[in-house]
């Protein structure tokens, strides 16, 4: 039996995205922008951050990227998508 459906994750119920993609993303990305923090947020903070204050405000208020870092670190995220598949529960 065969059926076409499309199947949407966003909080990582399906594959582990968060911990496989977007937090490594984060690392290497602030390695390169802020190279002093890279080694300062563990998973779990990240996770807790994601919630409070929100993804945004720890990127702009915390961290401090401006609007042109936000735009870079939103393309290194979009190429370190490319070639990086998060595994499946």
Known sequence: MKYKCLVLDH?????????????P????YLKIARPHLADKYTLDEY???NFTPG???L???EIGLS???LAEEE??????VKNHI???Y
Do not use: M
């Not at 909080?11 to 937090?23: C, E, F």
């Not at 993303?25 to 290497?28: I, K, L, Q, W, Y």
């Not at 393309?75 to 370190?80: E, M, T």
């Open 11 to 23: 909080d990582d119920t399906v594959v582990d995205s968060s911990a496989s993609i977007h937090y």
């Open 25 to 28: 993303s984060f690392v290497e």
């Open 47 to 49: 996770f807790e951050k």
């Open 55 to 57: 993804i945004l405000e």
């Open 59 to 61: 990127f702009t208020d």
């Open 67 to 69: 609007e042109e870092e």
């Open 75 to 80: 393309q290194f995220w979009r190429d370190y």
């Open 86 to 88: 998060p595994n499946a």
